[in-house]
């Protein structure tokens, strides 16, 4: 390989073309990205949209001064290139985490209406556990408020409420 093809090799699947600004004296770069790619410029390097298309952008990308290497170009085009891999990645990590949390939520709502539906369908069966536990708790317990009846037609209380009733 010669030194021009290892220098580029970064960017080679990127690459549309490097031309020379001989007006100005600099190399410009015109490269290729994906839709949805994310790129703007510095202070040492200008980004400008050639053309837009269904696939992504033409862009050319060229220095603001003379000083400005053609490596320093390829560099930032490199830096373009990781940034989105990068973006990419953490998408993709986001939405695997998504649908993992989405699994969890959905088996504990499918957890939660087993559980309502066996209480709606068990809750008022004749020996259910709980109309057992009540049963149990209601026989054998005394009323709150003792009552004394004194055969008079007047119920007095133990707390010493007198109720009058007629016979």
Known sequence: MKTIDIALQPIIDYLISITRNTQKGWFEL??????????DENDEISCEILSKLSEGSIVKIFPKNPDVLIDDLVAFVEVIIDTN????DKEKEFTS????MKGKL????KK????????????????SDNFVEKKK?????KPKIPVLNNNSGTITTTEGNTVVTSE
């Open 85 to 88: 891999k990068k973006i990419a």
């Open 30 to 39: 015109e490269i290729g990205v994906p839709k949805g790619w994310v790129f």
């Open 137 to 141: 708790e209601t026989r054998g317990r």
């Open 106 to 109: 959905e088996e504990e709502a």
């Open 112 to 127: 939660f209406f087993e559980e309502l539906d066996e209480l709606k369908q068990n809750s008022f069966k004749k020996n």
């Open 97 to 100: 985490r998504m649908e993992e």
